[in-house]
């Protein structure tokens, strides 16, 4: 049986984004962290996009009103391929 806490059933749902980066061939360990992402490993330049893309991604939503926890599945992925195709331009 699976014990339940009196605060378990108050606490707010909380969503994260994480990003890893798999293509560190220079054996520097990258690790950051925000207000509702982690990102770690990558190269240089693949941590700095996922950077770019995690802090794009809170602005676009705070512009709208919404956080990480309000956005449905399918409105995040629409805001991310928003951001990435702005990125890669």
């Known amino acids: 049986m699976k ?3 009196p605060t378990d059933s108050k ?13 560190n061939t220079d054996g520097d360990k990258r690790l950051t962290r925000g207000e509702n992402y982690t990102l770690v490993g990558g ?19 705070k512009r709208k009103g919404k956080t990480l926890e309000e956005t449905s599945p ?11 195709d702005k990125i890669r331009r």
């Open 43 to 61: 190269c240089e330049e693949t941590h700095a996009v996922m950077q770019e893309t995690a802090i794009k991604v809170n602005e676009t939503l």
């Open 74 to 84: 399918e409105e995040f992925r629409d805001v991310l391929f928003d951001v990435v």
């Open 11 to 23: 606490q707010k749902p909380r969503a994260h984004m994480l990003g890893v980066g798999l293509d």
């Open 3 to 5: 014990r339940v806490r």
